[in-house]
């Protein structure tokens, strides 16, 4: 690229998840004062209470780190891709074809064909990901 321009994953990079999440936070945290500011100032809100509801606003965005904290990472893998040792369950028997739900989420899963069909509620590992199909196989 010309110009002296960084490429918008070039400025994130090497940067820890935490301090990607701060980051993103800010503008909220602006806007929220910039709106408390103007209930103070045009409707009378006392400063103990905007002081309160600024501290809750950004007490939130910490309690909410560690269920966001996945998605600040950085990983070179596609979201599939990231999905190989993860463990399922069977949702529909897998023959060799059927669904599984891995992370809550519902998967088009293969079995491979050494291992034969894996029956409803049988327990796998995700082995591999072609396209947007997992390869699995039977735990234990």
């Known amino acids: 690229m010309g110009g002296g321009r960084l490429r918008p994953d070039a400025t994130m990079k090497g940067m820890t998840a935490w301090r990607r999440y701060l980051l993103f936070q800010i503008p909220g ?3 929220a004062g910039a ?3 103007g209930l103070h100032h045009w409707k009378g809100l006392p400063w103990s209470v905007v002081a309160l509801l ?3 606003y950004v007490v939130k965005d910490f309690a909410l ?3 966001l904290r996945r998605s600040y990472e950085q990983d070179p893998r596609s ?3 990231r999905l190989i040792g993860e463990h399922g369950v069977v949702l529909e028997r897998l023959a060799p074809e059927g ?3 891995v ?3 519902i998967w088009r899963a293969a079995a491979r064909s050494a291992d034969g069909p894996i029956e409803n509620g049988r327990r796998v590992r995700v ?3 072609d396209g947007l199909t997992l390869v699995v196989r039977p735990e234990g």
């Open 35 to 37: 709106v408390l500011w």
């Open 127 to 129: 082995e591999a990901v």
């Open 29 to 31: 945290w602006i806007v």
């Open 65 to 67: 780190y560690p269920f």
């Open 54 to 56: 600024y501290a809750l």
């Open 99 to 101: 669904f599984v739900r």
């Open 103 to 105: 992370r809550g989420e």
């Open 79 to 81: 979201q599939t891709e």
